[in-house]
T-cell receptor, first 114, second 115 residues
Framework: AQKVTQAQTEISVVEKEDVTLDCVYE???????LFWYKQPPSGELVFLIR??????QNEISGRYSWNFQKSTSSFNFTITASQVVDSAVYFC???????????FGTGTSLTVIP | NAGVTQTPKFQVLKTGQSMTLQCAQD?????MYWYRQDPGMGLRLIYY???????DKGEVPNGYNVSRLNKREFSLRLESAAPSQTSVYFC??????????????FGDGTRLSIL
């Protein structure tokens, strides 16, 4: 079973629109860690944010915000007033305390149309 | 600050040829990983090394071998390349293995085509 599900394969928005990227995870661990990465067209993977399972406080960084809801096993990512430079593939990842691996979702490809 | 360095960046092989992808990190990280990225499949773990001297299989290890040469270097070898191994390969490192809030840091990837 997929531990991290990103159901949105591709999303297109017009510049300045808000967009939310969904991430649903599955784990039996009580302590775990969640991450978001960005992969721009140039191909590199850039770490954006981490969240510990025991810290449910939402976080805002400029136009980016993350909504962690343990009750629904979701860690969603919202971009406010999207820009063309936000066009990328975004990956959500899970790290469990019981293992040595990171589990990645299949990614959401975001296209921001000018 | 080089971070994670992968070589080569591009490679074309013929079916049956062998090659080794090199990865080195200069962040004094303990753990290193090899992933492949295919369209619609996300990142799939091939092998990882939680610490120097150890290696373990990931989700898709068949057709690959790895060597953790030292703390800095982790190589991936294709003994007899097959067209199904055409992919983009990423090396990553982290301070400790999964199970912490320390993220992975990725190299720029190697685009490998098998004809």
């Amino acid at each position: 079973a997929q531990k991290v599900t990103q159901a949105q394969t591709e999303i297109s928005v017009v510049e300045k629109e808000d967009v939310t990227l969904d991430c649903v995870y599955e784990t039996r661990d009580t302590t775990y860690y969640l991450f978001w990465y960005k992969q721009p067209p140039s191909g590199e993977l850039v770490f954006l944010i981490r969240r510990n399972s025991f810290d449910e406080q939402n976080e805002i960084s400029g136009r980016y915000s993350w909504n962690f809801q343990k009750s629904t096993s979701s860690f969603n990512f919202t971009i406010t007033a999207s820009q063309v430079v936000d066009s990328a593939v975004y990956f959500c990842a899970l790290s469990e305390t019981t293992g040595n691996q990171f589990y990645f979702g299949t990614g959401t490809s975001l296209t921001v149309i000018p | 600050n080089a971070g994670v360095t992968q070589t080569p960046k591009f490679q074309v092989l013929k079916t049956g040829q062998s090659m080794t992808l090199q990865c080195a990190q200069d962040m004094n990280h303990n753990s290193m990983y090899w992933y492949r990225q295919d369209p619609g499949m996300g990142l799939r773990l091939i092998y990882y090394s939680a610490s120097e001297g150890t290696t373990d299989k990931g989700e898709v290890p068949n057709g690959y071998n790895v060597s953790r040469l030292n703390k800095r270097e982790f190589s991936l070898r294709l003994e007899s390349a097959a067209p199904s191994q055409t992919s983009v390969y990423f090396c990553a490192s982290s301070v400790v293995p999964g199970g912490s809030n320390q993220p992975q840091h990725f190299g720029d990837g190697t685009r490998l085509s098998i004809l």
